[in-house]
């Protein structure tokens, strides 16, 4: 326990939410997917939420993202409150500052690998650093197969375009959506050390949605949702203590 008092570290946020509420339906139908989150994504640290399935684990990424609207509430990216955004300035803002890696790659079937890679930039009309192109691509082990179009490739395969999609603009910051759900453990693991590496190397803001103790404990620190809101925060976890404070959840 720490002292009441103790100064909160202050730590510029990359994204966060404040009084975030999430409804989907009415009255009695009404489903509380985030009932009040208050939350601050530190820049340059990789993030996890996690929490029981339907405990509102898309839905805040999903919100702070620009994906989907909250309620009620305010989301920000940086300092900008997204919420106040209208459509366009939503879509721009995605486009030129976040990342995005989802369980499913959401490759465009009949563009090679290099072209989905590169194609946020393409969309925004920019030029790729050559060098980080190069090294991000190196690093998830792409090199050969830039050319292969993604019905030609691995999932495993398929995974490495979309984090090499998400990490070489340089966003601000990647959300991740379960992003090894779909992936056998060692490709999965190959795809976290990376992810890892890009927040120790290159200073990478990241949030990863997940229900993996183990793809848990690459973050910083893991926050635990339960029925809408943060229930618990987690330091340096590792997958042991992470899976003891999820047992807590069952029965
Ligand atoms: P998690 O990612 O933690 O599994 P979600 O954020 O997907 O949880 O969902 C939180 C709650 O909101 C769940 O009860 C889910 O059924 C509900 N929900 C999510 N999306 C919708 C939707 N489009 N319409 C109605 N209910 C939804
Ligand atoms: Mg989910």
Not at 55 to 66: E, F, N, P, R, Y
Not at 77 to 101: E, Y
Request: charged content about 20%; overall charge neutral; hydrophobic content about 40%.
């Amino acid at each position: 326990m720490s002292a009441p008092s103790a100064p909160t570290p202050i730590r510029a946020a990359a994204a966060g939410a404040v009084e975030a509420r999430k409804t989907y339906g009415k009255g009695e139908a009404a489903v509380h997917a985030l009932a009040g989150v208050s939350v601050a994504f530190p820049a340059h640290e990789f993030t996890a939420i996690m929490g029981p399935s339907g405990s509102g684990k898309s839905t805040l990424m999903q919100c702070v993202a620009g994906l989907d609207r909250l309620t009620s509430g305010q989301a920000f990216i940086g300092d900008v409150d997204i919420s106040r955004l209208d459509k366009n300035q939503l879509t721009l803002l995605r486009r030129d500052r976040l990342g995005f890696i989802f369980q499913q790659y959401n490759l465009i079937p009949s563009l090679s690998a290099r072209e989905n890679i590169l194609l946020p930039l393409t969309l925004a009309g920019t030029d790729p650093d050559p060098a980080w192109f190069d090294q991000v691509v190196h690093t998830v082990g792409l090199g050969d197969r830039l050319k292969n179009l993604p019905s030609q490739l691995s999932g495993g395969q398929q995974q490495r375009v979309a984090v090499a999609r998400a990490l070489v603009p340089r966003p601000d910051i990647v959300f991740a959506d379960e992003p090894t759900g779909a992936l056998d453990s060692r490709t999965g693991i190959e795809i976290l050390g990376f992810m890892r590496r890009a927040v120790d190397d290159t200073g990478q803001t990241i949030v990863m949605v997940t229900h993996d103790p183990h793809a848990a404990s690459y973050a910083n620190r893991v926050l635990f949702l339960a029925d809408g809101q943060i229930v618990d925060t987690m330091e340096a976890p590792t997958a042991d203590r992470v899976l003891d404070r999820m047992k807590r959840f069952e029965g």
